[in-house]
């Protein structure tokens, strides 16, 4: 569905469907539910209570917080007060929230019950001012922010939003281990919904219902939600990815479509509930992050019988770019499983060299990105956003090839980065962290494969002469700087790393030598 006429912000979507549809459901989720109609009100109070805080249009405002009605309220609240969605990650530790949040230079923070202790924490290493309005998603009681909502007006603002005015600004490492800010536009996502629309795999229908699983901080997360929401279809939310919880979910609220990594679809049908769960509902998973297996894939057709579409895609392009379609799913060739398909309408795709000339089919070579829903740079990185889009073509540092089918192979991806469990994670800022050890010289991280996470992280640490520390003691220090998850699951200590004449670490000898 293309409603440009209509639907020309991230902010026209509940006004939209609270004219055409007010009755319907929109949300669903922690045993509340919101009609369109509703969720226009209520995201209008949002919107007045941001202004009433003294917040300027076009300020970063930030959600710190699982996956909740309220996150979907605060995002279009935030667009209509003319101000950008900043989705903080609640894994991340404390000072990878302080870095994100000076750098965002966000004045205004909605944090969950949950993790009001954390941003206390985070504000003590921040010269950053901000002012933050606690809520509880799961419960009634009266928060500061019911209080501030019950002091202003459901009329709606009507703020004027421009095409290149930023509706989310969401954080992703790099190789630098410096975050950056992927700014993406109203005008961007909205042709993300085009590239959608002209696509025939995406097929949305009336009574279709989506299960908002994976983290609101990915755009895997908020950016099908925002797509669902577009496409007018009632969304029911979990907190977080938690098997029984999912389980419970697909039977209760019957959801058609919902997005998981390979890694939980797997989770998801070895859990002992799965037996007694009804997946009827399903007519589709989207999945992501990684290929899938003809073995799994085979049984997720036989148990949860429904089709299943893998897509390929990066923050910095507002949304899928590439689909391995339900009938490009060939179930006994596990080569061609591999492969993150073919590119949707109006996107394009180059494989080319080190300098930049196009390669023919089959050779390897990174793929350069152009589409009309390119986010517009990253935040305060004006160097690292020339470097990133060249002549308007985005370089997606993945590396692959096209066969003679035109499917698209990713074989490497950004440089150093390992997925585990859909999370990217880059090796730098493992490196980094395990480097601010008295103990540490130098150290090389990189993924192994994981049976459970696809990846797991491991670090090759050369200690300091004279000095001793275990594997136990880096890891808690680990978990002082980086989030839980980007924590080495391994360690492994050496008197020396491999290095060229230059004085580079040879990561591929690492891998070669430590790789399990």
Known sequence: MWLYADIKSVADIPRYHARKTPEKTALKGNGRSLSFSQLDVSSNRVANAIAKTGVARLSHVSFLGKNSIEFVEVLFGANKAGCALLPLNWRASAAELAAVIDDACTPLIFVDQEYVELLEDVRSRTPREFIAIAFDSTSEAKTPLRKLLSEVSDVDPRIAIHPDDTALLMYTSGTTGKPKGVQMTHGGLGYMRLCEHLEPAYQWQPDDVMMFVMPNFHLVGTGLSVQALYNGVTVTILPSLNVPDVLKTISRDRPSICCLVPTAIQMLLDHPDAKNTDFSSLRMVWYSGSSI????????????????????????????????????????????????????????????????????????????????????????????????????????????????????????????????????????????????????????????????????????????????????????????????????????????????????????????????
């Not at 800022?429 to 797991?456: M, N, R, S, Y």
């Not at 594997?471 to 989030?483: K, P």
């Open 293 to 516: 297996t003809s073995q799994l894939l085979k049984r997720a057709i036989v148990e949860m019988k429904c089709q299943f579409m893998q897509f390929y895609g990066a923050t910095e392009s507002c949304g899928a770019l590439t689909l391995l379609r339900p009938e490009q799913h060939a179930i006994d060739n596990e080569q061609k499983l591999k492969s993150c398909g073919t590119a949707l309408p109006l996107v394009e795709i180059r494989v080319v060299d080190e300098l930049g000339a196009d390669l023919p089919q089959g050779m390897v070579g990174e793929f350069l990105i152009r589409a009309p829903s390119l986010f517009k740079g990253y935040w305060n990185q004006p160097e690292t956003t020339a470097a990133a889009i060249i002549d308007g073509w985005y370089r997606s540092g993945d590396v692959g090839f096209k066969d003679d089918e035109g499917l698209y192979y990713i074989v490497d991806r950004s440089k150093d980065m390992i997925v585990s469990g859909g999370e990217n994670i880059y090796s730098t800022e493992v490196e980094q962290a395990l480097g601010k050890h008295p103990a540490v010289t130098i150290t090389a991280v990189f993924g192994v494969p994981d049976e459970q996470w696809g990846e797991k992280v491991v670090a090759v640490v050369v200690p300091v002469s004279g000095k001793t520390v275990t594997e136990e003691e880096l890891m808690e220090h680990c978990r002082t700087l980086i989030a839980r998850y980007k924590v080495p699951k391994q360690i492994i200590f050496a008197d020396q790393l491999p290095m060229t004449p230059t004085g580079k670490i040879k990561k591929t000898s690492i891998r070669s030598q430590f790789g399990t």
